[in-house]
């Protein structure tokens, strides 16, 4: 079991930055692949980053390449967003969410897929808006 507790939302002006963190308890942190979603009002939830559980590989929504950057600190059991250059279609809450590592390389749409995540944070609100 892995307890997930995300933190960091807040109302944002279009172009600015925000840093989201995620900080995992329960199981060993480093076993897991770790990644964000979002979910708008009316939308279903969506992909918007992962990380592998080494850290080594990093994979993103076309939206956000460029913009958001996703790391993760096994000594803190901590992962972290980073938002720059935000746009008020990034608004949404935003979610942290954790799957068994596998030790066998996955594509990129292993990592995309929100069914495959059993563990899930309560979510932090990030708004865009003038």
């Known amino acids: 079991q892995v307890q997930l507790v995300e933190s960091g939302g807040e109302l944002v002006q279009p172009g600015g930055s925000l840093r989201l963190s995620c900080v995992a308890s329960?199981?060993?942190?480093?076993?897991?692949?770790m990644g964000w979603f979002r979910q708008a009002p009316g939308k279903e939830r969506e992909f918007v980053a992962a990380?592998?559980?080494?850290?080594?590989?990093?994979y993103y929504a076309d939206s956000v390449k460029g913009r958001l950057t996703i790391s993760r600190d096994g000594a803190k059991n901590t992962m972290y967003l980073q938002m720059n250059s935000l746009k008020p279609e990034d608004t949404a809450v935003y979610y942290c969410?954790?799957?068994?590592?596998?030790?066998?390389?996955?594509?990129?749409?292993?990592?995309?897929?929100?069914?495959?995540?059993?563990?899930w944070g309560q979510g932090t609100q990030v708004t865009v808006s003038s």
């Open positions: 969410a954790a799957r068994p590592a596998s030790y066998y390389g996955q594509p990129a749409s292993w990592y995309r897929e929100v069914a495959g995540y059993p563990y």
């Open positions: 329960g199981r060993t942190f480093s076993t897991y692949a």
């Open positions: 990380i592998s559980w080494r850290g080594g590989n990093t």
